[in-house]
């Protein structure tokens, strides 16, 4: 019954922002929530994450640069994405885990031009 949407994906300019939102359905708690990125030819990784206690955690590559956010009226999940870069160039998944059993939404394309 978990379903997770993402939307918000397109082409921007190097630089530029974009805003990804996750939107859940058949869910009211979590454990974990986050964004995953990959990009053709590599592994999916994890970009950041927050707990349900309100713990967020950043990926190195996009620290002060992303955003992640949950919003619990909306019940979705969000990422701000700014200053950005041609290597952020991936699908973008949302994920949720909950009791220990992870879901994923069908992923985003986000194309960033340099």
């Known amino acids: 019954q978990v379903q997770l949407v993402e939307s918000g994906g397109g082409l921007v300019q190097a630089g530029g922002s974009l805003r990804l939102s996750c939107a859940a359905s058949?869910?009211?708690?979590?454990?974990?929530m986050g964004w995953y990125r990959q990009a053709p030819g590599s592994q999916r990784l994890q970009v950041a994450y927050i707990t349900s206690g309100g713990s967020v955690n950043y990926a190195d590559s996009v620290k002060g640069r992303f955003t992640i956010s949950r919003d619990s009226v909306k019940n979705t999940l969000d990422l701000q994405m700014s200053s950005l870069k041609p290597d952020d160039t991936a699908v973008y998944f949302c994920n949720a885990r909950i009791n220990g059993r992870a879901h994923w939404g069908q992923g985003t394309q986000v194309t960033v031009s340099s």
């Open positions: 058949g869910m009211s708690e979590f454990n974990v």
